[in-house]
């Protein structure tokens, strides 16, 4: 269906050619007035960051997934989230000092050959139902829209991961399709969330 840049490969590409563009590299941290009064923060992840990977390993955070990840799988994840030299980041959303989840961008092949943006987040349970995931997409928004390299962003949540998908109808993405695709040796069903930028 199309191919994940950041997340599941080390693999990427330059972007489209003669497109005027800014840095894609977010800047250190991204603050927004968050729950309760306080800011959320997206911040750059960083190598203190490796547990958050654990906590999102669960049964209950892997549950729209096909299947949890190994520790090596988890490790080779962790070292391309550190990198900063590809299309796209990894960032932490942040309330106060507690990191509360996370949220990436990355480029994708679409099938009709269009490069575009692809957008994921977690939050952690105990942090879930108080609006951080959807803060952290509209600076997410703000950050890709700045960085002007694509046209589109899609985000692509399990069709049974309902938060998601209304975050998505909320954020002003349009629900395109339903696909499937190969993922985690396994078939993932999701709703294609698509806004232009």
């Known amino acids: 269906m199309h191919q994940n840049f950041l997340p599941d490969s080390q693999d990427h590409v330059s972007p489209r050619q003669g497109r005027a563009h800014t840095d894609h590299r977010v800047r250190d941290d991204v603050r927004t007035p968050g729950y309760r009064g306080g800011m959320v923060t997206l911040r750059p992840w960083r190598d203190e960051d490796r547990p958050l990977l654990d906590a999102f390993n669960t049964p209950a955070m892997t549950a729209h997934l096909v299947a949890a990840e190994s520790t090596d799988e988890l490790d080779r994840r962790h070292q391309r989230y550190l990198k900063d030299d590809l299309p796209g980041r990894m960032l932490v959303i942040v309330d106060g000092s507690d990191a509360v989840g996370s949220i990436g961008y990355w480029e ?82 999701v709703n294609d969330w698509a806004l232009t930028l």
């Open 108 to 189: 994708v092949h679409e099938e009709t050959g269009d490069i575009v943006w692809e957008t994921g987040w977690s939050v952690l349970p105990a942090h879930q139902g108080h609006g951080f995931a959807a803060l952290a997409v509209r600076e997410l928004l703000a950050v890709v829209r700045a960085d002007g390299r694509h046209d589109e962003i899609h985000a692509y949540p399990s069709v049974d991961n309902a938060p998601s998908n209304a975050l998505c109808a909320r954020a002003g993405f349009t629900l395109r399709e339903t696909r499937r695709f190969p993922f985690r040796g396994g078939e993932l069903v």
